[in-house]
């Protein structure tokens, strides 16, 4: 038993065999994981039911469980069908999380189309998919180096 808040053995397999630069995708409920991911990516189902489990619960344990560099979201449309004219509010949730947690992390963009591509590298290591049903809740995380 570990004695760490990370306890799924896929995830934390996954992450103990990652290195620096490697890429984990945590994906809302919405997000297209089978088609959008890189070619040696692996996906880890915790999508319960919707709001089951959130996005930010994921967020919160990975960053106790591995060295974080970057966070980066996908950015919201400003036109059509999806458009918001602010943030979207699980934006906020997120800086909160990384701020809990002791980091100083900010958020990044990337262009809604762009984050696709950037998820479908060899980097993307990982998909972790909730059940989140927040608008514009994908995020990637770049893994770092453990510093002793």
């Known amino acids: 038993m570990l004695n760490h808040p990370l306890i ?18 945590i994906a ?3 997000y297209p994981v089978l088609n959008k991911r890189g070619p040696r990516a692996e996906v880890v189902h915790l999508n319960l039911a919707p709001g089951m489990v959130r996005t930010t619960h994921v967020l919160e344990t990975l960053l106790e469980a591995a060295p ?3 966070i980066y979201v996908m950015d919201y449309e400003r036109e059509g069908q999806y458009a ?20 100083e992390l900010e958020l ?9 591509e ?14 989140e049903t927040a608008g514009f809740a994908n ?7 453990r510093v002793v």
């Open 8 to 25: 799924h053995p896929e995830i934390a397999r996954i992450l103990s065999a990652s290195g620096h630069h490697s890429r984990v995708l």
């Open 28 to 30: 809302d409920g919405n």
């Open 68 to 70: 974080i560099d970057d």
């Open 84 to 103: 918001l004219e602010n943030d979207p509010p699980i934006w906020q949730e997120y800086r909160s999380v990384i701020t809990a947690g002791g980091s």
């Open 108 to 116: 990044k963009l990337i262009e809604k189309w762009k984050f696709y």
């Open 118 to 131: 950037a998820v479908m590298t060899p980097d993307h290591v990982l998909t972790i998919q909730t059940g």
């Open 139 to 145: 995020l990637i995380l770049d893994l770092g180096c």
